[in-house]
């Protein structure tokens, strides 16, 4: 079964610390992962994708990892502001031309406090 | 942020009432989709559209209907409504290249089914 599971599921940390969020997926055939980030009362909004080759990428703050033979995935936060307080959601594609080719995972909520 | 609206913002509705709601986006897009979102679940997709007059069927489709008489417009309708369809509904379309497409999401209908 394809599924994507995301580990805490709710995190608090003070404003400039550091935090890592994980990705586990099943999710088969595999073709890229994203994550998103989801402010409370809006939509999810594209953080980054990985293909199937790419180890890490980073936007700002913001890195991500994947290791494509384990099935797992980090989204590593720097220097927290109270900005990044959202859930945080991964996403992986299956590689086939259908519509329905996303698993959502469950989200992990941050909270940044003062 | 990819001009997706969605109506009504928020919609309270009693058992067995139909209701639509209406994605309507101003890009063009091909694809488009409609998603629930609940407590404990990631993201589900309901039904999707690759074109005018084109749908087919997400995993939690029971219950919903679609319909696409225009590129711009995407409606979601509940027949007749029942209490486990409350949830927040999203509208996405996909932009890029097709395999590493972003989906973007409208900013969200809360619907409470009494």
């Known amino acids: 079964k394809n599924q994507v599971e995301q580990s805490p599921q709710s995190l608090i940390i003070l404003e400039g610390k550091n935090c890592t969020l994980q990705?586990?997926?099943?999710?088969?055939?595999?073709?890229?992962l994203r994550w998103y980030k989801q402010d409370t009362g809006r939509g999810p909004v594209s953080l980054t994708i990985?293909?199937?080759?790419?180890n890490t990428k980073s936007n700002g703050r913001y890195t991500a990892t994947l290791d494509a033979d384990t099935k797992q995935s980090s989204l590593h936060i720097t220097a927290s502001q109270l900005s990044d307080s959202a859930s945080y959601i991964c996403?992986?594609?299956?590689?086939?031309?259908?519509?329905?080719?996303?698993?959502f995972g469950g989200g992990t909520r941050l909270m940044v406090k003062p | 942020d990819a001009g997706i609206t969605q109506s009504p913002r928020h919609k309270v509705t009693e058992t067995g009432t139909p209701v639509t709601l209406r994605c309507h986006q101003t890009?063009?897009?091909?694809?488009m989709y409609w998603y629930r979102q609940d407590p404990g679940h990631g993201l589900r997709l309901i039904h999707y559209?690759?074109?005018?007059?084109?749908?087919d069927k997400g995993e939690v489709s029971d219950g919903y209907s679609v319909s696409r008489s225009k590129t711009e417009d995407f409606l979601l309708t509940l027949e007749s409504a029942t209490s486990s369809q409350t949830s927040v509904y999203f509208c996405?379309?996909?932009?890029?290249?097709?395999?590493?497409?972003?989906?973007?999401f409208g900013p969200g209908t809360r619907l409470t089914v009494l």
């Open positions: 890009e063009n897009h091909r694809y």
């Open positions: 990705c586990n997926y099943t999710v088969s055939p595999f073709s890229n």
């Open positions: 996403v992986v594609r299956r590689n086939n031309n259908a519509g329905n080719m996303l698993t």
């Open positions: 559209s690759y074109g005018v007059k084109d749908t």
């Open positions: 996405a379309i996909s932009r890029g290249l097709a395999g590493v497409d972003t989906q973007y």
């Open positions: 990985m293909t199937f080759s790419e």
